[in-house]
């Protein structure tokens, strides 16, 4: 296990003009969907939700192929970069083309995504999704599910075949897509084949009809059921989990796993809320992710984090512990404690520097920069980015972000034409 710094303070150092602070690891991301973000907030029906956004996104998703992919992913990650992110967990479904047919080489979107990944120069950590049936009744994928669909064999073929791209900046893991896409056999199947190293990340939880749905077929509670089929470890990471009981929030805290909250998203799609105070009670890792990239910002997500919570208790400041009073301290403490057993990448020097040129920073004093820096205002003021030793972004700017500006415009227009 990587050492992480046991003071928050310790997350914050003086430099000339500005505060230097570990990058943000991203946990979750599925990066096509950068091009729907602000696309689907017309009522359509009084019933809007998840579900019915995510028809939406299916005949978006289907018009995607690996040079869109890319120009999308690229626009994405150099966003992800100039907010402060400098890793990504991509959780990568669309494997086929549009009708289901496999692509010539069968791991070209995911080759897409790593092209992007190298490029604009943030870490992956590729993710390809498991993706069996359409249902916890493990009925058949639908017309538009086609072009996620592996059989175990296939699945581990892919798999095999992106791990000759593991270097210092990408990695390769496994995402399962949910327990309604994975029935429990191939689950066991594909984990007990997975080398040691390799991250397994799962949607689980996110809605109140996949709990019923899962207590009706398999007659237990996801995270409940997860628990009795499998051994979830610090290997895991558990993407939502957003309706748990205090049984199964201790679980999780007590498994090791990570759980991956992605509060924008959350909140865009009337998931629910995280039982954050009882999770921190119970020890548990937790980072965040952007999920469908409503927001891409580090900040936007903490800060919605820590807000959904005072709005449901009534209360100020709930993500703090007796040693770290500072909420802004103890939420970047436990985002950079869980990068590692979440995306792979350990021991990094990976870093951002805060402008200390900004107004908001006026008078700051170590203690306070990070509070400062997640609660307030909404401008920008990650001034450095470096990665892997490389700066990727100086003066607020990514040093590509013109010219992938403009090939993801081109590419928009074509996938909205
Ligand atoms: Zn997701």
């Given at each position: ?7 928050a ?233 957003t309706?748990l009981?205090p049984?199964?929030t ?11 909250l992605?509060p924008?998203?959350e909140a865009?799609?009337?998931?629910g809320l995280f039982p954050l105070r009882a999770y921190l009670d119970a020890g548990g890792?937790w ?13 936007e997500e903490l800060r919605w984090l820590e807000y959904g919570q005072r709005l449901a208790s009534h209360h100020r400041n709930i993500a703090v512990r007796e040693a770290s009073p500072s909420v802004g301290e103890t939420l970047l403490h436990d ?33 306070d920069?990070l509070d400062?820096?997640i609660f307030s ?41």
């Amino acid at each position: 296990m990587p050492t992480n710094p046991s003071h928050a303070i310790d997350l914050v150092t003086p430099v000339a003009d500005g505060w230097r602070v570990p990058g943000i690891a991203n946990l979750h991301s599925h990066a096509f969907q950068r091009a729907m973000a602000g696309m689907a907030e017309r009522q359509s029906n009084p019933e809007d939700s998840f579900w019915t956004w995510r028809e939406t996104m299916y005949r978006f998703a289907a018009r995607f192929g690996p040079d869109s992919l890319h120009a999308v992913a690229s626009q994405l990650y150099v966003e992800m970069l100039e907010a402060g992110y400098t890793s990504v967990c991509e959780f990568h479904y669309l494997h086929h083309a549009p009708d289901g047919t496999p692509y010539d080489d069968t791991a070209a979107m995911s080759r897409a995504l790593v092209r992007a990944a190298r490029e604009t120069g943030i870490r992956m950590t590729l993710l390809p999704v498991l993706y069996i049936s359409g249902g916890f009744d493990g009925r058949a994928l639908n017309a538009r599910q086609r072009r996620f669909g592996f059989d175990v064999d296939g699945y581990l073929r892919l798999f095999e075949s992106l791990r000759g791209e593991v270097d210092d900046q990408v990695r390769v893991g496994c995402a399962l897509h949910s327990l309604r896409a994975v029935p429990a056999d191939a689950m066991q199947a594909v984990v007990a084949a997975l080398p040691q190293v390799a991250r397994i990340h799962i949607h689980i939880a996110e809605q109140i009809g996949e709990v019923q749905d899962c207590l009706a077929i398999r007659n237990a509670r996801p995270v409940e059921w997860l628990f009795a089929h499998a051994d979830v470890d610090p290997r895991w990471t558990l993407v939502h989990a957003t309706h748990l009981t205090p049984e199964e929030t201790r679980r999780i805290a007590r498994s090791g796993a990570t759980v991956a909250l992605c509060p924008t998203t959350e909140a865009n799609l009337g998931d629910g809320l995280f039982p954050l105070r009882a999770y921190l009670d119970a020890g548990g890792a937790w980072g965040i992710g952007s999920d469908s990239h409503i927001s891409v910002s580090p900040v936007e997500e903490l800060r919605w984090l820590e807000y959904g919570q005072r709005l449901a208790s009534h209360h100020r400041n709930i993500a703090v512990r007796e040693a770290s009073p500072s909420v802004g301290e103890t939420l970047l403490h436990d985002v950079a404690a869980s990068r590692a057993n979440a995306s792979g990448f350990d021991d990094l020097d990976d870093h951002l520097v805060l402008d200390g040129g900004a107004p908001l920073f006026a008078g700051a004093t170590r203690p306070d920069v990070l509070d400062r820096w997640i609660f307030s205002g909404n401008r920008n003021v990650v001034r450095e980015v470096v990665v892997a030793g490389k700066r990727v972004v100086g003066g607020g700017r990514h040093v590509a972000r013109e010219a992938i500006a403009g090939a993801y415009r081109a590419a928009m227009q074509r996938l909205l034409a």
